[in-house]
């Protein structure tokens, strides 16, 4: 088939990885004629590049990450039409038969809509932010605003144009049935994927990191009012007096800043934060812990499945969760034995959690190879890219 890959967060694949370059790569292995479409916004103008042996169209375009939410919002409006101009510039006379595309953002139907048409393509879509809700939840934008009824418009037409959508969950799921009154035949379960880790020198990672003699308790990935690391905090608050427990902060996100700040005013010294590391590094540091954390804002009304907690299957690492209510997350934990949890607020639970964790080696140790298991069941990219042909 020839594949058309509409993506937003996706790194140079030579130099980095994430779950969607690894789907890119599963269609490329499998002999599908691939090309995909992805932001520049450090680029002069748009160009070919070639990553990892893969044809990417680098389009420019404004920047859309670690920016005012302002600044985001028009980048995300303006890169349908920025796409459109670079697939008409170097790709007129290409046939497309699918055309896959991602959320976040929800701003690309539009564009599917019009390569669907033209090339007579199937679309699919895969699911990963619901969105304006989320944006609602958290207060960013107003329910029934203009701008709301905006994207509301711009997601309804993104589920109408696809013929296919990949949900993380059974309430992602019901979830949109009930919101967007999607057909069953339309929506199924695609879960998170991820290249399964290679074996790394823990010793040395936590020398490294000044970690050695320390039980560590690691948080990856963005920074933002989603994941309300308030609770993080508090967390790290009541273990102040516990030299043996540390936690780790890596990643980046509008909220650093506040946090350290907060870090500092407590005064806690159990919290180390650093920014962006190397893919590579950063699952080794990861591997080299003894618990993933998990942290979801108690406000959300929608089911999100958070992609780090891929990180922590992989190596096997025990997951503590901090989750709303509309989550199916802890579910999935309790079902796989792979973690505790307690809903976003209740720190004395989540502290009571952290110590069983401490405390109880062996249960450690059920519970990292249970998500072991779990990882190499379902999560690994072959299964994902099977379940997307299979509806194909």
Request: glycine content about 6%; aromatic content about 10%; overall charge positive.
């Amino acid at each position: 088939m020839r594949v058309l890959f509409l993506m937003f967060a996706f790194p140079d694949m030579n130099k980095s990885f994430n779950m969607y370059t690894a789907m890119v790569d599963m269609f490329n292995k499998h002999k599908h004629t691939v090309t995909v479409v992805a932001p520049g916004s450090n680029l002069d103008k748009s160009t070919i590049t070639t990553e990892k042996g893969i044809e990417i169209l680098r389009v420019k375009t404004l920047p859309i990450k670690n920016v005012s939410n302002i600044r985001k919002g028009i980048g995300n409006l303006l890169i349908p039409y920025q796409y459109q101009k670079e697939i008409n510039n170097f790709y007129k006379d290409r046939k497309f038969d699918v055309i896959i595309l991602t959320t976040p953002p929800i701003t690309l139907g539009s564009l599917a809509a019009n390569l669907k048409k033209k090339h007579d393509a199937q679309v699919y879509l895969i699911l990963r932010d619901i969105f304006p809700q989320n944006a609602v939840d958290l207060g960013f934008i107003k329910k029934d605003s203009l701008l709301h009824k905006l994207f509301k418009a711009m997601e309804i037409k993104l589920y109408t144009t696809a013929d296919n959508i990949g949900c993380m969950s059974q309430e992602n799921i019901l979830f949109v049935k009930k919101n967007s009154d999607v057909p069953d035949h339309k929506l199924h379960i695609l879960r998170n994927w991820q290249y399964l880790n290679s074996d790394v020198d823990i010793n040395t990672i936590r020398e490294k990191y000044n970690l050695a003699n320390k039980f560590v308790v690691v948080f990856g990935g963005n920074m933002g009012k989603p994941q309300q690391l308030e609770n993080v905090i508090e967390l790290a608050n009541r273990c102040k007096d516990n030299s043996e427990i540390v936690f780790i902060l890596l990643g980046e996100g509008v909220m650093m800043e506040r946090i350290k700040k907060e870090v500092k005013i407590k005064d806690l010294k159990n919290i180390h934060i650093h920014g962006a590391i190397p893919k590579m590094e950063y699952q080794s540091l990861i591997k080299a812990s003894d618990i993933g954390l998990i942290s979801l804002h108690a406000d959300f009304t929608i089911p999100n499945i958070p992609s780090k907690a891929l990180d922590y299957w992989n190596v096997g690492i025990p997951i503590l969760g901090s989750l709303d209510k509309a989550t199916d997350f802890g579910e999935i934990l309790d079902e796989t034995q792979t973690g505790l949890w307690a809903y976003s607020g209740e720190h004395l639970k989540l502290y009571e959690n952290l110590m069983k964790l401490f405390q109880d080696t062996k249960l450690r140790g059920t519970m990292s190879d249970n998500g072991r298991l779990y990882f190499k069941k379902y999560l690994t990219p072959e299964i994902a890219y099977d379940k997307i042909i299979e509806k194909l």
